[in-house]
């Protein structure tokens, strides 16, 4: 079955720590992948995607994620960590065999301390 | 560009009322989804709509879920009559036209229903 997951229910990083949001996948074929922020209270917002080409991908805020395909994961990384990167962070990826939709992981409560 | 409006913001009813949500998509966008919400979980779709048809409503519970988009632009989504498992965010999110997989799934800021 075709799966995403996020093995972390929350981490906790100190300001000007680098932090990382951890997701695997389990999918068949080439694997698209996307990451969301939510802010308390608000939708989900874009953050970054892998379709192709360089593992390494930069995204929205200073985030960047890097692709590996043999050991399946797709982790969310950012240098030095911001108190208002504090949010639910969800990993996900479409299942174009179901109509495209999305499959979401169950998400990181990403802590940023001062 | 306007992103993708939803209405109400929060909704408070009891159990065996109905209920209905709104959503206006992205302009332009094909493509429409909604996603239930449940504290602590991703999200997961009820419906994907291409233009006004439906492509996707296997996780939609149709004996008490209903959603339809006139026109292919604007969207309902519709709980009658509502249990209490039913509370929950209920994001609704809009794509381009797909041309292949990538297409980005940008979200509304959802409504949080109660159901008491």
């Known amino acids: 079955a075709q799966s995403v997951a996020q093995p972390e229910d929350q981490v906790n990083v100190a300001e000007g720590n680098p932090l990382t949001v951890k997701c695997t996948y389990s999918?068949?074929?080439?694997?698209?992948l996307f990451w969301y922020v939510q802010y308390p209270n608000r939708g989900l917002q874009f953050l970054l995607k892998?379709?192709?080409?360089?593992?390494l991908v930069k995204g929205s805020y200073g985030f960047e994620a890097e692709f590996n395909k043999s050991q399946t994961s797709f982790h969310l990384k950012k240098p030095s960590a911001l108190v208002s990167d504090s949010a639910l962070y969800f990993c996900?990826?479409?299942?174009?065999?179901?109509?495209?939709?999305?499959?979401f992981g169950q998400g990181t409560e990403l802590s940023v301390k001062p | 560009e306007a992103g993708v409006a939803q209405s109400p913001r929060y909704k408070i009813i009891e159990k065996r009322q109905s209920v209905a949500f709104w959503c206006n998509p992205i302009?332009?966008?094909?493509?429409l989804y909604w996603y239930q919400q449940i504290l602590g979980q991703g999200p997961k779709l009820l419906i994907q709509?291409?233009?006004?048809?439906?492509?996707?409503d296997s996780q939609l519970p149709k004996d008490r879920f209903s959603a339809e988009r006139l026109k292919g632009v604007d969207s309902t989504l519709k709980i009658q009559p509502a249990k209490l498992e039913d509370s929950a965010v209920y994001l609704c999110?809009?794509?381009?036209?797909?041309?292949?997989?990538?297409?980005?799934?940008?979200f509304g800021p959802g409504t949080r229903l109660l159901v008491l």
């Open positions: 999110a809009s794509s381009p036209e797909p041309r292949g997989r990538g297409e980005t799934q940008y």
């Open positions: 302009s332009g966008h094909a493509t």
């Open positions: 999918v068949s074929g080439n694997p698209y």
């Open positions: 892998y379709i192709t080409g360089d593992n």
């Open positions: 996900a990826a479409p299942f174009y065999n179901q109509g495209g939709k999305l499959i």
């Open positions: 709509f291409q233009n006004n048809g439906v492509v996707d």
